[in-house]
């Protein structure tokens, strides 16, 4: 129901950016985010939106790098990546949660829906 592309190689300090895209509108009222993920480690959330585009969270390690939003008619979230890092290398994701109104869900339990990934390598 979720699809995350926009994902590839790119060198350090270098920009990227990803779209997420529902095949439906069944997730157009919902809170939405951006999850990652290295082998052996769990999914680390990256930024979140809520339903309505307004209000925004975002991880500590992307602070002022990143910047998500939403198209809520087309039920899109795109994540603008800025002097992107090694160690930003993972493979993202994008999340969707029955939640709609003013919250920003950050935590996998409350996520609903899952997009398949798409890779990101940030080369040094």
């Known amino acids: 129901q979720l699809q995350a592309f926009g994902g590839g190689l790119v060198q350090a300090g270098g920009s990227l950016r990803l779209s997420c895209a529902a095949s439906d509108r069944t997730v157009s009222n919902n809170g939405m985010a951006w999850f990652r993920q290295t082998p052996g480690k769990d999914r680390e959330f990256v930024a979140g939106v809520d339903w309505n585009g307004g209000t925004t969270s975002y991880g500590d390690a992307v602070k002022g790098r990143f910047t998500v939003s939403r198209q809520k008619a087309q039920s899109t979230m795109y994540l603008q990546m800025n002097n992107l890092k090694p160690e930003d290398t993972a493979v993202y994701y994008c999340?969707?949660?029955?939640?709609?109104?003013?919250?920003?869900?950050?935590?996998?339990?409350?996520?609903?829906?899952w997009g398949q990934g798409t890779h990101v390598t940030v080369s040094s």
């Open positions: 999340a969707a949660a029955p939640i709609g109104s003013a919250y920003v869900p950050r935590m996998q339990y409350e996520f609903r829906y």
